[in-house]
């Protein structure tokens, strides 16, 4: 009796173990990230006016597409996760979850989220979305190791979330839609060089060349991180401009566009990894911040 107990508990802890494996293919806080973006272009579209259903579908199904290409870039990298330090220690790496079973988890997420914004928004949205995992899962994966052009291809997807949203819900690309996708996407270019910078070591491991300049941790890879730190100043009061938000929200944006070009003069000064990471750090709070000020100002 007590035997077969203790065997029942085992499989539960191996069963909970191995989902918990699966969740961790999901990146969820990259992930959620993601659906957030969606869910703020949709927000923002509905000018106040929200289906909280749909925006709820929306938003899981950002967060499944999110999760089926970040699960085959793992699969599509897993030998040279097992070379860096940062992933070694990943699902697919250390056996804990087979390419085989990856493959079939990320299909199964990759067809929930077509049928979720299929059933819940329009074809065009399901095609952008397609379009988003293809390039990010089959094109700027391998572009990782060639060079920083992978940078620039992997933005286009990492941009695309709040046009998805948007799309959603009016069904066209708007200007007011080509702006949300503009600070989005000037803000993949900062985001993605510091974490290039702090992980440097590790992704030349792997042959992972995505610093912008072939001295690697420069000054001139520092200069182009603030140029583009600091066209976030001015794209963050387009929205207000064109009457997409208020006043309010483009005094938020200037602020966190301000606090976060300031960070970059402290790389320029001494190509630090510590600035490095304060960089990191502020891409991983302007994104939101700014968004949420831009969806208040909108809503309220």
């Known amino acids: 009796m007590i035997t077969g107990q203790a065997h029942e508990l085992t499989h539960f802890s191996m069963a909970i173990a191995k989902a918990k494996s699966f969740f961790e293919l999901l990146k969820a806080r990259l992930s959620l990230l993601v659906a957030f973006s969606c869910a703020?272009?949709?927000?923002?579209a509905s000018r106040g006016d929200i289906n909280w259903g749909v925006l709820l579908m929306v938003t899981l199904g950002g967060f499944l597409l999110s999760g089926a290409s970040v699960c085959?870039?793992?699969?599509?990298?897993?030998?040279?996760?097992?070379?860096?330090?940062?992933?070694?220690?990943?699902?697919?790496?250390?056996?804990?979850?087979?390419?085989?079973?990856a493959t079939l988890f990320a299909i199964l997420c990759m067809a929930l989220s077509v049928w979720i914004l299929w059933v819940f928004t329009n074809p065009f949205t399901v095609l952008l979305s397609l379009v988003s995992m293809v390039l990010y899962s089959f094109v700027y994966t391998p572009l990782k190791r060639v060079g920083p052009i992978a940078v620039f291809v992997g933005a286009i997807p990492g941009a695309l979330p709040p046009l998805l949203g948007w799309i959603a819900a009016t069904g066209q690309i708007t200007y007011e839609a080509l702006i949300i996708f503009g600070i989005q996407f000037i803000w993949q270019f900062p985001h993605f060089w510091a974490i290039a910078w702090v992980a440097d070591e590790d992704y030349q491991k792997a042959?992972?060349?995505?610093?912008?300049?072939?001295?690697?941790?420069?000054?001139n890879t520092a200069i182009q991180i603030m140029v583009y730190t600091m066209f976030l100043i001015p794209l963050g009061l387009l929205p207000a401009v064109f009457g997409?938000?208020?006043?309010?929200?483009?005094?938020?944006?200037?602020?966190?566009?301000?606090a976060f070009f300031a960070q970059t003069l402290a790389l320029m000064r001494t190509g630090s990894r510590?600035?490095?990471?304060?960089?990191?750090?502020?891409?991983?709070?302007?994104?939101?911040?700014?968004?949420?000020?831009?969806?208040?100002d909108k809503v309220i």
């Open 207 to 219: 042959g992972f060349k995505l610093l912008p300049s072939r001295e690697g941790k420069s000054l």
């Open 274 to 296: 510590q600035s490095a990471l304060r960089i990191m750090f502020g891409s991983f709070l302007y994104l939101p911040i700014v968004q949420i000020a831009f969806l208040l």
């Open 40 to 44: 703020f272009g949709y927000g923002l």
């Open 72 to 101: 085959i870039n793992q699969i599509l990298e897993q030998d040279f996760d097992k070379l860096m330090k940062r992933t070694m220690q990943r699902p697919l790496p250390t056996g804990r979850v087979t390419p085989h079973e």
């Open 244 to 258: 997409i938000t208020g006043i309010y929200s483009a005094m938020v944006a200037t602020v966190c566009g301000v």
